[in-house]
């Protein structure tokens, strides 16, 4: 028999969708998809939607309506966040622990605004900020922040983190608004030229990184797409 023709369902606010501007979406082990908008939280059954919202009243509500970053971990776990939204994880169907910057702790996130969220093969949660860096969750809930300038093992390129990939070398993959940066095991951190694209603009911000079969990377501009090779010596 012929294979069944794919078709697409347009699903829209009057559907139960909170926003019909989407920023993210996710798909769990579990089949449900979740889905990140200007106005909340959704998740997606085949059927209805589910929905979770800021509200003042409730401390353990989503902390933003920006959901612009999300991740759906190893375990299950959903984590998002977005414009002044901090670090949001969902710890019951209720409700989400927070994780928030604090000027006077330099241990806290280091901005609440957010771009992107990753786990890497260890199963670290890795966050992408505006103008605070990378941040790495550490067991005890307190952040390593990996910013610019700093000193020691290196710094970014910038302290914007748009996009984040994580490896199986265990490297950290950071697109920032000035160019792309790798974080090896070691803690080092490695600057990765593009030359061609970055002779078009001043700043070249990398907006979107998709890791390959091959162990390579696919790093996406405003100028155009390049592949990294996962040696980091070659650039197509």
Not at 164 to 189: F, M, P, S, Y
Request: charge should be negative.
């Amino acid at each position: 028999m012929p294979s069944a023709q794919p078709w697409f369902e347009r699903l829209q606010v009057a559907d139960g969708l909170p926003s019909s501007q989407v920023y993210a979406l996710r798909q769990g082990k579990d089949g449900f998809v979740w889905i990140g908008t200007r106005d909340g939280l959704a998740r997606y059954d085949g059927v209805d939607f589910r929905v979770w919202r800021h509200d003042p009243g409730d401390s353990s509500s989503l902390a933003s309506n920006d959901v612009s970053a999300l991740l759906i971990d190893s375990r299950g776990r959903v984590w998002c966040g977005g414009e002044a939204s901090g670090l949001n994880e969902q710890i019951s169907d209720h409700a989400f622990r927070h994780y928030r910057h604090d000027p006077d702790d330099a241990h806290s996130l280091g901005s609440d605004d957010l771009f992107s969220i990753i786990e890497d093969s260890e199963g670290t949660i890795w966050v992408g900020t505006y103008m605070g860096g990378l941040n790495r969750l550490l067991a005890d809930g307190r952040f390593e922040r990996i910013g610019h300038p700093q000193q020691g093992t290196g710094s970014l390129r910038s302290s914007t983190v748009i996009s984040l990939a994580a490896d199986a070398q265990g490297r950290i993959w950071i697109g920032t608004d000035n160019g792309l940066d790798v974080r090896e095991r070691d803690g080092r951190i490695v600057h990765v030229a593009l030359p061609e694209l970055e002779a078009r603009a001043d700043r070249l911000p990398i907006g979107s990184l998709r890791l390959q079969d091959d162990g390579s990377m696919l790093v996406g501009t405003d100028f155009g797409v390049a592949r990294v090779a996962a040696d980091l010596k070659r650039v197509d």
